[in-house]
């Protein structure tokens, strides 16, 4: 059996190495697209034409979404706890994850590469800056062990998983399966590959969309070149 730990073989590290986000399986391809929008007429194409790239702008542009709904994505995400608050706010998605009820293996803390600033004027936004991090960085990796010791400590001593887990720190890794639609992993990008959204999971959207701009192209040609300069 494998680890779910083990990202697929179809996936792109993210956070210096130490975050992956891999697609599990997908169902549909652009030809799903377009002849879920022509269903009407019933007819189906096994190949896009120059026609078919067209209605597909079309429908990316004119927000004439439903038919994107027929293709579908499942990715397994390796994130700090803080990325997985972020990304399960979107409710459009399917999630499972591993569980620290049932497991006390594979703990593991992601530590920055480098701090970033406080922001002065945007109050949940930071800024790059070059300052010594080592000895804060350090405290970080001590913290973590700290915590770390208390969790064992506290299992040793018999008490459950589940109220255990309490003390481990935000930065911890989890892994998690999620389920989109292709429309709504757009609103997805849209959001989270953006200025706005914190750099970490913004790393995932950009990984993201480098393993899915081989499946579905076109979409991304015109989500890209249209969609994003929009609403820039
Ligand atoms: C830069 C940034 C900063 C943020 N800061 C904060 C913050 O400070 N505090 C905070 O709490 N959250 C914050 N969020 C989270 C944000 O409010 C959304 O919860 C998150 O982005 C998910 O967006 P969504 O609801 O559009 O996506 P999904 O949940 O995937 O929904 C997609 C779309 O489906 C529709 N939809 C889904 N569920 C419902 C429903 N129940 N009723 C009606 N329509 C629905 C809506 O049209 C929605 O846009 C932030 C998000 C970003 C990107």
């Known amino acids: ?15 210096g190495g130490q975050g992956w986000v891999g697609l599990v399986g997908h169902l549909g391809t652009e030809a799903t ?16 034409d120059e026609r078919d790239i067209v209605l597909l702008d079309y429908l990316i542009e004119n927000r004439h979404t439903s038919p994107l709904e ?3 994505f499942t990715f397994s995400v390796h994130c700090p706890l803080f990325v997985r608050g972020q990304w399960h706010r979107h409710r459009t998605w399917s999630y499972n994850e591993i569980s620290r009820r049932y497991t ?11 701090l970033r600033k406080q922001a002065a004027v945007n109050r949940q936004a930071s800024v790059e800056s070059d300052f010594d991090d080592r000895d804060l960085r350090e405290r970080m ?41 292709l429309n709504n992993l757009l609103h997805f990008l849209d959001l989270r590959d953006s200025e706005h959204a914190q750099w970490e999971i913004r790393e995932y959207a950009k990984a993201i969309k480098q393993l899915l701009r081989p499946l579905v192209p076109n979409v991304f040609k015109t989500f890209e070149e249209r969609v994003c300069r929009l609403r820039k």
């Open 1 to 15: 059996m494998k680890n779910v730990n083990d990202p697929p073989d179809n996936h792109v590290r993210v956070l």
């Open 33 to 48: 697209i377009v002849n879920a929008a022509r269903v009407s007429f019933g007819r189906m194409k096994e190949e896009m």
């Open 104 to 114: 006390e293996v594979d703990l593991e803390f992601y530590t920055p590469g480098k």
């Open 141 to 181: 990796c001590n913290h973590n062990k700290e915590c770390l010791a208390l969790y064992n400590r506290l299992l040793e001593s018999g008490v459950c998983r589940e109220q255990a887990r309490g003390v481990l720190p935000q930065n911890m890794m989890v892994t998690f399966w999620g389920t989109v639609d």
């Open 70 to 72: 027929h293709v579908v």
